[in-house]
């Protein structure tokens, strides 16, 4: 089994940076994803990252303002957010794919492992 902690969440002003953070307990490395969800409202696709962090996909919503990376060694990803807007607003959850890809999926059906979320909160 593999376990996802987010951190890093709370409350930003609109035009904003943010970085959240997900550890997660693996001994191999895991494609991994972020999705996010307002209330009222669908899951969504945020990003996603390879085993290798050498391939990342962004939803066009986020794509230029946001960024994925992750650090193997410390079994991390991050989520930098900056020019935040109101849109945002939203709990944001990491998760892991067991399989290998040819591109870092935006289905959340392929994601096995998901953490309980961080809030985000962008403030005007």
């Known amino acids: 089994q593999v376990q996802l902690v987010e951190s890093g969440g709370g409350l930003v002003q609109v035009g904003g940076s943010l970085r959240v953070s997900c550890v997660y307990s693996?001994?191999?490395?895991?494609?991994m994803g972020w999705f996010r969800q307002a209330p009222g409202k669908a899951r969504e696709f945020v990003a996603a990252?390879?085993?290798?962090?050498?391939?990342?996909y962004y939803a066009p919503s986020v794509r230029g303002r946001f960024t994925i990376s992750r650090d193997n060694a410390k079994n991390t990803i991050f989520l930098e957010m900056r020019s935040l807007q109101p849109d945002d607003t939203a709990i944001y959850y990491c998760?892991?794919?067991?399989?290998?890809?040819?591109?870092?999926?935006?289905?959340?059906?392929?994601?096995?492992?998901w953490g309980q979320g961080t809030q985000v909160t962008v403030s005007s």
């Open positions: 998760a892991a794919d067991l399989l290998v890809r040819g591109r870092p999926s935006d289905s959340g059906a392929d994601y096995t492992y």
């Open positions: 693996a001994r191999t490395s895991y494609a």
């Open positions: 990252i390879n085993r290798s962090g050498l391939t990342t």
